[in-house]
C-alpha cells in the first residue's frame, strides 16, 4: 500500500471512529431520557442509577468525538510525533468519568437504604432495562468492531462503556424484579451492583490510558514484524534498540541499523531511507519511523 492510499486509509479509520462517536452520543441520549423518565415514574432507584450511567456516557462519547478530531491534525512545531495522545486523554477522561457515575450511583442507593425510600417499581422501568440491554449491546458490539478495525483506544473505551451501560442495566433489571416480587431491597442493592460494574470498566480503561501514557511496548509480535521488514532491505547486515510505541491509534518506531563501514555516506541513507520505506508501507498503523544507522556491529 502507497503513502497515498495510506493517507485515505488513515482519513477514513477517523471518519469511521467519528461516525461511532455521533451514535454513541445520540443512542445515550435518548436512553438517558427514556430511562430516567421511566426511573422516576416507576419509583425505581436503580433505573434511576442506570440513567445516571447513560447521562455520564453522553458527555464521553462527545470527548471522544473532540479527541478524534484533534488527533487528525498533522504533526507541527509544537507537536512534532503529532497529535494521538489527544486520543489517550479522552480515554482517561472516559474512565474518570464512569468511576464519577458509579460514586453517584452508590450515594443514591446507601440514601434510598438508610432512609427507607424503598417501592416496587413500576411496570415502565422493566420495559426500559430491556430495551437498553438489547441496544446497548448492539452499539458495543459495533462500536467495539470499528475500534479495533481502526485502532482507536478512545473508541474501544467508548464501545467499553457501552458494555458497561449494558451491564448495569442487566443489573438493574434483576434489581426491578426482585422489587416487584416483594424484595424492594434488591432496586437500591441492583444500583449499588451496577457501580461496582461500573468501576471495574472505570479502571480497565484508565489503566489502558496509563500503559500508553508510560510508553509501554506493545508487544513481541510488533517488534519481531519491525525487525523481519527491516532485514529484508538490502544493506541492513543486523539491527537493534527496537522500540516501538504507541500514540493514539498509531505506532512511533525507533531503531538502528548495521551497515557496511566502507561503502559511502549517501549510500548508507538511502538504506535507511529504504528501511523507513519498507516499515512505513508494510506494517499498519505506522505514522513515523525513525532509522539510526551504525557503520558496524559494536552492541
Partial sequence: ???SQKRISKDKDFQTARYWAVVGFAG???LTVLKGWAGIVSNSGAMVADA?????????????YISLIIAQKPADEEHPYGHGRAEVISTLVVGA????????????????IRHGCLHAPGNPAVY????????????????????VKTNS????????????????????????????????VLDPVA???????????????????????????PGEKKIREVENLALTVKGVKSLHGIRVRRSG??????????VDPKITVEMAHDIGESVRETIRVHMDKVSQVRVHIDPSDLH
Avoid: C, W
Avoid at 52 to 63: C, K, N, P, Q, Y
Avoid at 165 to 181: E, P, Q, R, V, W
Fill in 52 to 64: 445516571v450511567h447513560s447521562a455520564s456516557d453522553i458527555f464521553a462519547s462527545l470527548f471522544v
Fill in 249 to 258: 491509534a498509531f505506532f512511533l518506531v525507533d531503531l538502528d541499523i548495521v
Fill in 153 to 184: 483506544p478512545s473508541t474501544i473505551a467508548n464501545a467499553m462503556d457501552h458494555r458497561s451501560d449494558s451491564f448495569s442495566s442487566i443489573a438493574a433489571l434483576i434489581g426491578i424484579i426482585g422489587a416487584k416480587l416483594k424484595y424492594p
Fill in 1 to 3: 500500500m502507497g503513502q
Fill in 128 to 147: 426500559a432495562a430491556i430495551l437498553s440491554i438489547a441496544v446497548k449491546e448492539l452499539m458495543y458490539r459495533f462500536t467495539y468492531r470499528a475500534g
Fill in 28 to 30: 445515550n441520549f435518548i
Fill in 97 to 112: 468519568m464512569l468511576a464519577a457515575a458509579g460514586i453517584e450511583i452508590i450515594r443514591i442507593a446507601i440514601t434510598a
Fill in 191 to 217: 444500583g449499588i451492583v451496577v457501580a461496582l460494574f461500573i468501576f471495574k470498566m472505570s479502571y480497565d480503561i484508565v489503566m489502558d490510558a496509563v500503559r500508553q501514557i508510560m510508553d509501554e511496548s
